[in-house]
């Protein structure tokens, strides 16, 4: 597979679990996540790079990471799947995860076919992104977690919706993009 991945969390225990799972999976490399600045070089070897965060009782821990990935200004960057690796999930740890713009939340078991299953979905298909003043990642209407709100809501404030596709030979195309403004009232 023409992608990369970066394992966020501690290099014992569940990191160390996932490292493994990761270099299982057919990755053009796999190695544990250090710097933004590396990560941005990366992406200019392999289109795209996943990010896969090992389970921590500490949710909030995840998002620098996950912010420095979201509110990147290289879209190779930005747009990369963020997938979280979950031993107990809870609706707490679900809702955090959603609203820091995670694509996935996988829980056990973590075999090889279901982890390649899920990896699998994150390309060559379309995926639907909002940005907000507050929030950039997948669409998460009707899931737990924050919402964009409609353009004709009351109170609605102005948002982005793009509709990307990763590609594991050319990075991430962006097909569509629509701003909405909320309506003079």
């Given at each position: 597979?023409?992608?990369?991945?970066?394992?966020?969390?501690?290099?014992?225990?569940?990191?160390?679990?996932?490292?493994?799972?990761?270099?299982?999976?057919?990755?053009?490399?796999?190695s544990?996540?250090?710097?933004?600045?590396?990560?941005?070089?990366?992406?200019?070897?392999t289109?795209?790079?996943?990010?896969?965060?090992?389970?921590?009782?500490n949710?909030?821990?995840?998002?620098g990471?996950?912010?420095?990935?979201?509110?990147?200004?290289?879209?190779?960057?930005?747009?990369?799947?963020?997938?979280?690796?979950?031993?107990?999930?809870?609706v707490?740890?679900?809702?955090?995860?959603?609203?820091?713009?995670?694509?996935?939340?996988?829980?056990?078991?973590?075999?090889?076919?279901?982890?390649?299953?899920?990896?699998?979905?994150q390309?060559g298909?379309?995926?639907?992104?909002?940005?907000?003043?507050?929030?950039?990642?997948?669409?998460?209407?009707?899931?737990?977690?924050?919402?964009?709100?409609?353009?004709?809501?009351?109170?609605?404030?102005?948002?982005r919706r793009?509709?990307?596709v990763?590609n594991?030979?050319?990075?991430?195309?962006?097909?569509?993009?629509?701003?909405?403004?909320p309506?003079?009232?």
């Amino acid at each position: 597979m023409r992608a990369y991945a970066y394992v966020v969390g501690p290099e014992s225990g569940p990191g160390a679990a996932l490292l493994d799972v990761a270099r299982g999976l057919g990755f053009a490399g796999v190695s544990q996540f250090s710097t933004i600045a590396q990560a941005e070089q990366q992406t200019q070897i392999t289109p795209v790079c996943f990010f896969l965060f090992a389970a921590t009782e500490n949710l909030q821990s995840l998002r620098g990471v996950a912010d420095a990935v979201r509110f990147s200004t290289m879209r190779r960057l930005r747009f990369s799947p963020l997938i979280y690796f979950a031993e107990s999930p809870s609706v707490e740890a679900i809702t955090a995860c959603l609203n820091m713009g995670f694509d996935d939340i996988i829980t056990m078991p973590f075999t090889r076919k279901r982890v390649l299953e899920r990896v699998a979905r994150q390309v060559g298909q379309n995926l639907v992104y909002f940005e907000t003043p507050s929030y950039f990642g997948p669409d998460r209407r009707g899931r737990t977690g924050s919402q964009p709100r409609a353009a004709g809501e009351r109170g609605a404030s102005q948002y982005r919706r793009l509709e990307i596709v990763r590609n594991l030979m050319s990075g991430i195309n962006v097909v569509r993009d629509d701003h909405f403004a909320p309506a003079a009232v």
